[in-house]
């Protein structure tokens, strides 16, 4: 029986001081002031559509998280946050210990602004460093500097805020492992309680993709990796998925809830939406894309709905749950599919023999093994009638 899950909300702000030519999100460079006060009235008329759509109006599901995500949030005024914020709870309530993530740009960071956003209630922020070193900034497209990166993590710590995030990439346009460690020693000595140090991906639909920059090479990432993680066990931070680093407790709620097909309305321009329902029913949304269109009266907010047939939802879960290191407990299959264990009796058999995953009874842990390919893994949860699991 599917039993509806922890709710989150993802709010999406669009715009950018410019375009890096590695993103691939549903950003958009500023030609012209940001129109944050229809955007804000836009965001909470979309919440309110969302609301009465999936009959969420009686208060029976609080939520459990917030991350307000771009684009680049920190070009919104602390006081329309705040105007945000304030119009969300009033329409559906917070759990008592609600994370609210805001992710901003150092180089859109000015004294006192961290601590405005914690009194509009934001308690997390997210700060997008990716290097320390002007030169790789620069190569990346980033509007801030290697003093403006250390400047804001020391903003973020006087803020009294629950908790902080420096988002760090490596294996970036010539970067060497030795480049990439002193990124990473820089970040640990900054004391953050988290850290998201990920690889840089070409995606199509970038710069980088059209005119390809020369990237290390396979050796050289995984010494990146192997080193930089045994420096960050070293400095006390636990890896609780693919990417993601923290201090004990500090993990980034909001990203669990996600990781452990949690359910999450989605507000703004392009964002996702994935919502259960006791009937055993699972949707996904995803909204109208560009801002002109979102901020058009005359259209919906949403762009697409879609249903998640049976069929569909083993590959989703363990899409999901395999990125937590963290073991994966049965029940939650059967909780947040409403399918029973049988349904991947086939495709778990395989992954237990090939070693990639463990039976510890009540639940599966991935293995070293599983991690290395992972790919494989999820495949035989696509379709396991089809599927040569041999």
Not at 91 to 105: G, H, K, L, V, Y
Not at 229 to 234: S, T
Not at 314 to 332: G, I, S, T, V
Request: proline content about 6%; hydrophobic content about 35%.
């Amino acid at each position: 029986m599917l039993v509806p899950p922890p709710l989150s909300l993802y709010v999406h702000i669009p715009w950018c001081v410019q375009k890096c030519p590695y993103c691939d999100f549903n950003s958009h460079a500023l030609k012209n002031d940001i129109p944050e006060l229809d955007y804000i009235d836009a965001l909470l008329e979309d919440l309110d559509t969302d609301l009465a759509r999936y009959q969420l109006t009686d208060n029976s599901r609080s939520l459990h998280s917030i991350f307000i995500g771009g684009g680049t949030p920190s070009l919104i005024s602390a006081p329309e946050i705040g105007r945000l914020l304030a119009g969300i709870q009033a329409r559906i309530p917070f759990s008592d210990q609600i994370e609210i993530t805001m992710e901003a740009n150092p180089g859109t960071v000015e004294a006192g602004r961290f601590q405005a956003y914690r009194e509009a209630g934001v308690n997390r922020i997210s700060i997008g460093v990716q290097s320390f070193q002007d030169d790789k900034l620069k190569r990346l497209g980033r509007i801030h500097g290697c003093e403006e990166a250390i400047r804001a993590a020391g903003l973020a710590q006087e803020a009294g805020l629950n908790s902080f995030n420096l988002d760090l990439m490596h294996g970036l346009p010539d970067q060497s492992v030795a480049d990439a460690l002193s990124d990473l020693k820089q970040a640990i000595a900054l004391d953050p309680p988290h850290l998201s140090w990920y690889q840089l991906t070409i995606e199509p639909n970038t710069l980088f993709y059209s005119k390809p920059p020369t990237l290390p090479d396979d050796d050289d990432l995984w010494d990146i990796f192997e080193q930089g993680h045994a420096l960050l066990a070293a400095a006390g931070y636990e890896q609780y998925e693919i990417s993601g680093y923290s201090k004990p407790g500090k993990q980034c709620q909001h990203n669990l809830n996600y990781w452990r097909f949690g359910d999450y309305l989605g507000i703004g321009c392009g964002a996702h939406g994935k919502i259960s329902f006791a009937d055993g029913t699972i949707i996904r949304t995803v909204k109208v894309k560009h801002p002109r269109g979102y901020l058009n009266p005359q259209k919906p907010y949403l762009d697409q709905e879609t249903q998640v047939a049976d069929t569909e939802r083993p590959f989703e879960f363990f899409m999901n749950r395999f990125r937590l290191l963290e073991a994966c407990p049965k029940q939650d299959y059967v909780a947040r599919t409403g399918l029973p264990l049988d349904s991947i009796r086939t495709p778990i058999e395989w992954a237990l023999g090939k070693e990639y995953l463990l039976d510890q009874g009540d639940s599966w842990q991935i293995t070293e093994q599983g991690k290395l390919f992972l790919n494989d893994l999820l495949a035989a949860f696509v379709d396991e009638d089809e599927e040569d699991n041999n």
